[in-house]
């Protein structure tokens, strides 16, 4: 405890607390028990896969580097926009390739998401970095490191006065990269998952044969893998507050706290996501 | 074969169609000023500095943009449903989502401006007739392109989405593309053209921003000019580049192997790092140190 009273400063890194954990697994097993009781167990191992593509967009997030509006002056680095928003931006890309390669099998669609969110990411670093250089005539510095982890540039000297930083030093980038290939893997997951378990119970709820529900299987899926994308892109920029750098900020340590907030609400919203065609049934 | 060569012809021409689109959405945005640097549009007045700048930020540019172009994408794809000509139907979906968006940029500028009023920051009446349909001409042009792009996806390519739901993915990262590309540009090089090239801006310069132009008060149409000339076309080729490789990767490469378009996309974003490195090291080499190692150290 502080002199005041208030919790423990503890550089923003707080480690989840006991009760938290606790209520987290009930929902988590309440969950999977509901969908063992609508789906059996096809419910239960979509749920599961539902549950670890919110993780790793909760988790993939957080490698973004984000410097919101100080980044737009150069005053801090990273690129000059939300956290959910890019983040969404990469996973959704991704989640546009991961679809397209979806009748391949999971392997080469989940690779084609990764690859799709990766892709935007490396292409809107570099952009950011040449509009720096080239329109600006400012180098890239972080604001938390001294040195970059990867390449050993140094950044006191290039950090330009009365800022933390600015431009997307490499470490940055590979962060950006990284961030966006876990997004695109994530919601990729997620839509197959759902798209799984509707290619099963349409037919039989439509009473029609699976080409014919094909179009509103894949509507649905890919509404709620986007849904479900935003979900976790927004608790994990909670967890953020703000601007993060990348893998080498500080700030990085706190993803336990988002990892466990995203498989809650994955297994609270994927119920729904799943549960909706047996609602559908019942009224 | 021919189907390659028709596949990578779509590719190049929903390139051109993101290229147009990255550009008229980063320029949108500035005029509008709904990207980041807004926040010194919306601190100004508070530090004293009245201006007369457009003020439509209630929204960051994914979401808004995400709306906009699924819109445009529905009410084409209930346009089509009615067997319109899709040409016809893409512009007719694309104009209504446009006073779709004139409306949000009226009441987001009223509402946004009004709250400042206490700072003493007056509503234009002029800057609302003259500029909001100047940003919905530009919405036009980002959204009917980029209608137009989803459109061609799914009737050349045979992508399996939803017309309204490609929208709504490709217009998130239209503006994910246009604001982390142009916003920068606004932000540093326009907004606080006074302070020094090729240096971050002081925190302690925050809210100063540029107001007067060469002749009179500087407005957004000034902002819009000056972005137009690299913040929005960088935009453009940030947006055209993810569209044309996420599309060329999948048509040239998945008839070899169902693993090709994956791996040229390793690839791709391999050469894209080699390309960064390079223009960071470049930058580094040619414009040097704001301090000498040792003054920093200390």
Not at chain 1, 147 to 158: L, N, S, V
Not at chain 2, 2 to 24: P, R, W
Not at chain 2, 192 to 200: L, R
Not at chain 2, 265 to 279: E, N, Q, S, T
Request: proline letters at 5%; hydrophobic letters at 55%.
């Amino acid at each position: 405890m502080s002199a005041l009273g208030g919790p423990k400063q503890t550089g923003g890194v707080q480690s989840p607390t006991a009760i938290g954990i606790v209520i987290s697994i009930v929902l988590i097993i309440v969950a999977l028990g509901l969908a063992y009781y609508l789906v059996q167990m096809a419910g239960v191992i979509a749920l599961v896969g539902i549950i670890i593509g919110g993780v790793l967009v909760a988790f993939g997030v957080h490698f973004v580097p984000v410097g919101g509006a100080p980044a737009a002056m150069g005053q801090s680095p990273g690129i000059a926009t939300g956290v959910a928003m890019l983040a969404a931006g990469a996973g959704l890309a991704g989640l546009f390739g991961g679809a397209w390669a979806a009748p391949f099998g999971l392997a080469v669609a989940l690779a084609g998401g990764a690859v799709g969110g990766g892709l935007l990411m490396a292409i809107t670093c570099t952009m950011v970095n040449v509009i720096y250089i080239f329109g600006m005539g400012i180098p890239a510095a972080s604001g938390k490191v001294d040195k970059d982890p990867i390449t050993g540039d140094t950044f006191p000297e290039y950090k330009s006065q009365g800022t933390e930083g600015h431009g997307l030093p490499f470490i940055s980038w590979i962060g950006g990269v990284v961030g966006g290939a876990l997004g695109g893997l994530g919601g990729t997951l997620i839509y197959l998952e759902l798209l799984d378990i509707y290619q099963a119970q349409l037919p039989v709820l439509l009473n029609a044969t699976v080409e014919q529900i094909a179009p509103v299987a894949i509507s649905l899926a890919g509404i709620f893998a986007v849904a479900m994308f935003l979900i976790n892109a927004v608790l994990a920029a909670y967890n953020i507050t703000g601007t993060i750098e990348g893998p080498h900020d500080p700030k990085f340590k706190r993803f336990p706290r988002a990892i466990i907030a995203a498989a809650v609400a994955s297994a609270v919203a994927g119920i729904f996501a799943i549960a909706l065609l047996e609602l559908v049934g019942v009224f | 074969m021919e189907e390659i060569v028709f596949g990578i012809g779509i590719t190049a021409l929903a390139g051109a169609l993101a290229t147009v689109a990255g550009a008229a959405e980063d320029t949108e945005s500035d005029i509008g000023s709904q990207g980041d640097p807004n926040s010194q549009v919306q601190l100004a007045p508070q530090m004293g500095y009245i201006h007369r700048i457009f003020n439509k930020a209630v929204a960051g540019e994914p979401p808004a943009y995400g709306l906009w172009v699924a819109l445009g994408a529905g009410l084409a794809w209930a346009f089509m449903a009615m067997q319109i000509n899709p040409i016809l139907a893409i512009v007719l979906g694309s104009a209504l989502a446009v006073f779709v968006q004139g409306v949000y940029a009226t009441t987001a500028y009223l509402g946004r401006t009004a709250s400042l009023a206490k700072f003493g920051q007056p509503v234009y009446i002029d800057i609302l007739k003259s500029m909001t349909t100047v940003t919905m001409a530009h919405a036009f042009v980002a959204i009917f392109t980029t209608v137009a792009m989803c459109h061609l996806m799914i009737s050349a390519l045979g992508h399996p989405f939803p017309l309204p739901l490609l929208g709504l993915v490709w217009g998130i990262a239209l503006g994910a593309a246009g604001s982390a590309t142009g916003n920068p540009f606004y932000g540093k090089e326009r907004q606080y053209q006074e302070q020094k090239f090729g240096a971050g801006v002081p925190i302690s310069a925050s809210g100063n921003i540029v107001r007067y132009a060469e002749a009179g008060q500087r407005n957004s149409l000034d902002n819009g000019f000056f972005s137009a000339k690299l913040g929005g076309p960088a935009s453009g080729i940030c947006f055209g580049l993810i569209v044309f490789f996420e599309l060329w990767r999948t048509v040239v490469f998945e008839e070899l192997n169902i693993w090709g378009p994956i791996i040229v996309g390793v690839v791709v974003i391999l050469i894209f790092a080699i390309i960064d490195r390079y223009i960071e090291v470049w930058a580094r080499k040619n414009f040097g140190p704001y301090t000498t190692p040792e003054e920093a150290s200390s």
